[in-house]
């Protein structure tokens, strides 16, 4: 799918505490290399307003001494950048082999039946490649929290947890696994 600069139709200044932030990341790399804060310089402009849009991009190419289309270049190769605005919770569903073979079809076929009945607001789904933690997958990345060793189930008990703006019924793994350590069912009966 391409993937275009979206105006927000509102210039972007970066709060004071995230211009500080930034300044902080800048003063990490050599005198000159101000572009080698440019991944932690649009992290924060996603952190403050959700995603990153034109405006956004001009004022990061401003202060990093890049111009925009560099600044987009970054922008637009990692998926983790929201390039238009979002639901409340962005789902990412990573569908590479591992979590393929662990079933994220069905946990991609649930995101997507879920975002349909509560609606854009709440819910967007997007496909990703691998999040790293294939030892639990099947995974799902929303917003900036990891759930792992998930199925239909656990994923639609998640979302509906989230919707209706309740606490997860789980953190990280719904096998409740600590870490990657070998799952040992228990009697809530989670799933194999
Ligand atoms: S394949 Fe899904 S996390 Fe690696």
Redesign the pocket.
Known sequence: MKRRMQDAGQPFAFTKENAQALEAARAKYPDGRDKSAVMEALHLVQGQEGWVSREAIEVVAGLLHMTPLQVWEVASFYTMYNLAPKGKHHLQV?T????WLRGSDAVLATCEAKAAHYGPDVFQVCEVE?????VN???VQINNDVYEDLDAASTAALLDALAAGKEPPFKDSALRRQGSAPHTPSKEGNHA
Do not use: I, N, S
């Open positions: 990573c590479t082999t591992p979590c691998c999040l790293g933690g294939c997958a099947p995974l």
